[in-house]
DNA sequence: GCCCGAATATAACGACTGTCATAGCCCATC
DNA sequence: GATGGGCTATGACAGTCGTTATATTCGGGC
């Protein structure tokens, strides 16, 4: 079979998204890793033979791919709307894992790489924000935003929700989050104005 | 003395920083910590008796210090002034570390607290984004913007640095931090319009 | 000169890390 | 019912972790 045994595999991999985005890439250990997805140890060797890298990258794109997702499916309704998702979504993680959960896209791409090289993860995780950035960019062109402007808009949009997750885990507070999903939705809507 | 030994000391502290923002805490050992600061093991924990949290703590602070300093400095000069101050502190030590390193609070700010427990370094961190916040909050009102509004796009501005500064060493690119220093320069500039 | 406390050096502690090798299980196919 | 291969279980490896204890060196006050 090309995919021999997902239900386990997969397992892993989220449960991998889950801790990194909870205590970072170097401070995860396979080995707690394996305990939380309930796998044995020598399975995320059988899965993923080429170490903790491979595995790294693929919890990023996984993670990655499930937020695009949500991303253009609620952008169809409008920047506003897949805006308002995109924040409820990491409100959600932050909120229930009591601020101890943030973004494992975020958490990847705050570590040194190795001299010389790019490791997997870090470059699944600037795929990851690429993404996200050309799924908001497009959705405020097609609803009358300046073509030009788009991409600096998403950039900014992106930036500031990844910074105030973290705003938000440092001082135990939705705050930072309200903040900028404030100041973000008046600046979209004027954006969008233009155009009407 | 109130202050035995300032030099060892300070050094130690500001290699921590200069570790902490590159690598992550978890990921920060003690003992490469000791040699980056050309500082024998041993002493560390002399000077910082009650072990890493501390140490981690204090680097947060004497970052987030240093920060806040360069900060209030430059907005005597204008919120725009400021800004750009702050946005050419990050591009400096981004660019300089070959995007190796980014923000030593973000990085403590990414890091799951024991359950029940707010470790000092966290705390710290979230000080340290208050004071930012603070700064440019005041600077906005002074110079004529909303006074309501000056919290949100204080915060607004920290968060989308922040969220930049990991979003460029992804990406191994400056280009997010340039976007973002693009909408926020505007942003401001039609804040502070509106009283003009 | 001596001496005391601050600062450094060295070694060790148990626990944990990523990784690998090996042996055993379980279930589908012939 | 035997055979095989995907998966699991177990244990080991060399190395590092935070932390502590002990021994040594150093610099300035009597």
Given at each position: ?196
């Amino acid at each position: 079979m090309v995919k021999p045994s997902a239900p386990s595999r997969e397992r892993i991999v989220a449960g991998a998204a889950d801790m990194i985005s909870r205590r970072g890439l170097n401070a995860t250990s396979i080995r707690e890793l394996a305990k939380h997805a309930k796998a044995p140890l020598g399975s995320t060797y059988h899965y993923f033979p080429e170490g903790k890298g491979q595995l790294a990258a693929e919890a990023v794109r996984y993670a990655g791919g499930a937020v695009a997702r949500i991303l253009r499916k609620e952008l169809e309704a409008g920047p506003v709307a897949g805006l308002r998702a995109f924040l409820a979504l990491w409100r959600g993680i932050v909120v229930e894992s009591d601020f101890r959960a943030g973004c494992p896209v975020l958490a990847v791409s705050v570590e040194e790489p190795a001299a010389g090289e790019v490791p997997p993860a870090l470059a699944a995780a600037a795929e990851a924000f690429e993404d996200w950035e050309r799924l908001l960019a497009e959705a405020l062109r097609e609803h009358g935003a300046d073509p030009e402007r788009a991409p600096g808009l998403a950039a900014l949009i992106v930036a500031s929700v990844e910074g105030a997750i973290a705003m938000c885990r440092a001082k135990r507070s939705m705050r930072p989050l309200d903040q900028v999903a404030q100041q973000l939705e008046a600046l979209i809507a004027g954006a969008l104005d233009r155009a009407a």
